[in-house]
Structures are given as structure tokens and as C-alpha cells.
């Protein structure tokens, strides 16, 4: 069978779904991947057909860079944000996914991004579609909408956010999809009740995040099953730079700095998290943050130089840099990374948090928008960080604290390791294979 699977946002909304793409092909499916094309490289790099779409936020963020916001509904400025913006985002959506689709597809795989839209092409081609979410996106008591950011509203108030934060996802998508029906010749639905008919035939949807980190809800209607997470394949032949492992080899386990494609970087921050690490009496490995001498220790901090992003090869030596205990990478592998680390501190994107939490490994979250908040929170809950610590808030005292009880209070690594091999029991990516499977038959 010819699978199409299509996503759309950031490199973490690409990134898992190559591993459930490793895994239909290996049970003798055709894979394509439908993503924005900065995102070709880790999905070809898993053996897979790369198709390009248009929808990366990352382009998104840096057309807005610098303008003023302003948040009119008190504690979701993520949310306000995407109903704000999200009109650019999908505006070409779903004539991208059309055009994926018509190269030869027999089901189509959506992610919560494009699902709105891609439901609608299915129909159009006259073929069966699954929905495979990273995101819980089905109103519930039993937590606040994701993408909200806010804290739970008991049973009664977590369901009526949760149809609220639904109605202003769709007012995102109604022109979209309301354009690419009229193109398509398909009767004009509203989303609202073309999601209520997706409901009543049985349209399933497949949670790639684990139920022990997420349980199922009770109240979630059938065809909303929690599988657990889609794993990226290994990278073939891949090995660490040699800087990298003389690095870690050189002194005892470092904490990891990341903070995810979407985050607002800059010099200010890599001072802050410089002084922070020392200030936890820690070494550092920073993915996308420049380490140097100044930015660290001094008074000339705002010296520092460009944000580096790159290759796992692009590492700045920490020997000639003055900061013997802070070392700065590209992309590494977080298989091969997370769990040589004492901590991680993170942005707590879906990707990300599951990685951590697969290497068994402390986590301090610092969320920065959309669903990170959410995913941070749980971390918190599940006994594996210390805090939540927001990425506007950030500051160097609080950073610091946090970083030394993930590392020194032994309760996080133990309930983090415990995490781990329950996630190690656990195929996601198998349950999606059966299911397509079934519908191959």
C-alpha cells in the first residue's frame, strides 16, 4: 500500500513520524512524507520519499520577528498568537496536500496540523485516512486544552476550554478549508460538522505519545486510542565528532541546553544560561547557543557571537574559547545524547520530552508556546522535574536552581529511569502498522 503521511509546523511536528515511517516500510509499505521542505533532510535520510508542503512555523516566527504582541486572552498568548497568525500558516495548505496526495496515495496518515485540511483530500480521492496526532486535541475533563498553556479547570471547566480552544483551531482553518473544497467540487461543510461526520464513521485517531506519560481520558468518545510514541530510526553509519566525546570523556556527566526551532535566541540568553550552569556547579553541552568565554563570566558578555546551528560536526573547542566546562554542538542524535547527560533542560516540545524521557534522564522544562507548556507541566507531575520554569520568565537564579535539584536530588533520576522501562515495553509505531494493515485488506 502506498502511504502518504502529512504534517506540517516545526522540525519536532517532522521528526517522529520518520520513525513510523521506517516502520510501514519495513512491513512492506511504500512511504512518502508530506512536510515543509526545510524538513527533507531527516525524512530522506530515513529512506523515505519526500514531498514538500507549505506550513513551517519556523518561516512563520521569523516573518513575525520583532513586532509587538499583545495577549487579550489572559493566560493563552499561544493560542491568541496561532488564531492570530494561523491564517498564514494553512493559507496554502491544503493546495500542498492535493498536490502530495495526487502522486500516488492509497491512505493518507494526518497529524492534528493538517487533518482539518487533509480530511477533506481524502475524500476528494476517494481514499481511507487515519489520524496519527503528537498532540491530544479532543476536549476532556481530565486536563486543559493543550495549546491553552493553562492550568486544569476541574472536570466541568477543561471540558468547555477544551470546546473553546476547538472553535478557535477551526476559525484557523475555516477559509483554508472552505477554499479547497469549493476547488475540490466537494459539498461546502462547515469543520465543525465535518468533524461530527468523521466521528460517526468511525474516523479513528492514533495518540503517538505513551499512556503511562498521558493516560487515555475516560470521556474520550471511541476511535481515540493513546498507542504510545513513534521513535526516529537511528541514523545509519552516523558517529559522534571527536570534540564531543572528549568532552564528555573529560569530566562528569554535563546538562544539556536546548530550547527547539522556535524559540527567540539570542545573546542575552546564552549569557544567562553560561552563568546559570556555573552557578549550579555543572558543565554544559548547548545545542543552538553559543559558548564562549565573555558571554559566561564577565562583564563583556554582550560580545557574544551568532547563534550557531548546524551538524553535529559544527562544535565550537571549548579550549579556545576559555570555557573548558561548556561545550557547544549542532544536531546530535538525542538517542545517542540524552542519556550520557546529568539533566536536560529543554523546551519540552512533544519530541524532545519523549526522548528525555526514554534516556531516563531529569528534565527542566522551559516552555516557549503551543503545546510546550502542557508537556512541561506533565513532566512536573510525573515526578521528573523540579519546575516549570517559562521561557519568558527565564532568569538565571531560578535556571540554576532548578538545574541543581534535577541533577543532585536523586527522587527525578529514579522516577525517570522507572519512566524509561516502562516506555521500553511499549510500539507505538506497531499499533499504526496494524491498523493500516487492516485498512490494506
Not at 418 to 432: F, I, K, M, S, T
Amino acid at each position: 500500500m502506498r502511504v502518504l503521511i502529512v504534517t506540517a509546523g516545526s522540525l519536532g511536528d517532522v521528526v517522529p513520524y520518520t520513525g513510523l515511517g521506517a516502520r510501514l516500510r519495513a512491513a512492506g509499505h511504500q512511504v512518502a512524507v508530506a512536510a515543509p521542505a526545510p524538513y527533507a533532510d531527516p525524512v530522506t535520510g530515513a529512506g523515505l520519499e519526500f514531498r514538500p508542503i507549505s506550513g513551517d512555523l519556523t518561516a512563520l516566527r521569523d516573518a513575525t520577528a520583532g513586532r509587538r504582541r499583545s495577549w487579550p486572552v489572559p493566560g493563552a498568548p499561544g493560542l491568541v498568537d496561532f488564531v492570530r497568525l494561523g491564517g498564514r500558516f494553512v493559507g496554502d495548505l491544503g493546495t500542498g496536500i492535493v498536490t502530495a496526495a495526487g502522486a500516488g496515495s492509497d491512505v493518507l496518515l494526518l497529524s492534528s496540523t493538517t487533518a482539518p485540511l487533509g480530511y477533506s483530500v481524502a475524500q476528494y480521492h476517494g481514499i481511507p485516512s487515519l489520524g496519527v496526532f503528537l498532540q491530544p486535541t479532543a476536549p476532556t475533563g481530565a486536563f486543559p486544552p493543550v495549546v491553552l498553556g493553562v492550568r486544569s479547570l476541574g472536570g466541568w471547566g477543561n471540558r468547555i476550554a477544551g470546546r473553546l480552544g476547538r472553535h478557535l483551531a477551526n476559525r484557523v482553518y475555516a477559509d483554508a478549508s472552505r477554499r479547497l473544497r469549493a476547488r475540490l467540487d466537494l459539498p461546502p461543510v462547515g469543520l465543525a460538522r465535518l468533524e461530527r461526520r468523521a466521528a460517526v464513521d468511525g474516523w479513528r485517531v492514533m495518540h503517538g505519545f505513551s499512556p503511562t506519560v498521558l493516560p487515555r481520558p475516560a470521556d474520550w468518545p471511541p476511535g481515540l486510542e493513546v498507542v504510545g510514541y513513534w521513535w526516529p530510526p537511528a541514523a545509519p553509519g552516523w558517529q559522534p565528532p571527536a570534540a564531543l566525546v572528549d568532552f564528555l570523556a573529560a569530566g562528569p556527566p554535563p546538562v544539556y541546553v536546548g530550547f527547539g526551532s522556535l524559540a527567540e535566541t539570542g545573546g542575552a540568553l546564552r549569557t544567562l544560561v553560561g552563568r546559570a550552569l556555573r552557578r549550579a556547579g555543572v558543565r554544559g553541552v548547548l545545542h543552538g547557543l553559543e559558548a564562549a568565554g565573555p558571554e559566561a563570566a564577565g562583564p563583556d558578555a554582550g560580545r557574544a557571537g551568532p547563534i550557531r546551528r548546524g551538524p553535529a560536526g559544527n562544535i565550537r573547542d571549548p579550549r579556545r574559547t576559555g570555557c573548558a566546562d561548556l561545550l557547544t554542538v549542532g544536531d546530535v542524535p538525542h538517542d545517542w545524547l540524552f542519556p550520557r547527560m546529568a539533566a536536560l533542560v529543554h523546551h519540552a516540545g512533544c519530541g524532545t520530552t519523549a526522548a528525555g524521557l526514554r534516556a531516563g534522564v531529569p528534565a527542566v522544562p522551559v516552555p516557549f508556546l503551543a503545546d510546550q507548556p502542557f508537556w512541561a507541566a506533565r513532566l512536573v507531575s510525573l515526578g521528573v522535574a523540579p519546575a516549570v520554569l517559562p521561557f519568558r520568565r527565564l532568569d538565571e537564579a531560578r535556571l540554576a536552581g532548578a538545574i541543581r535539584a534535577a541533577v543532585v536530588e536523586p527522587g527525578y533520576r529514579h522516577r525517570a529511569r522507572l519512566l524509561a522501562d516502562r516506555l521500553a515495553d511499549e510500539d507505538g509505531a506497531g499499533a499504526v502498522v496494524a491498523a493500516v494493515d487492516r485498512l490494506a485488506r
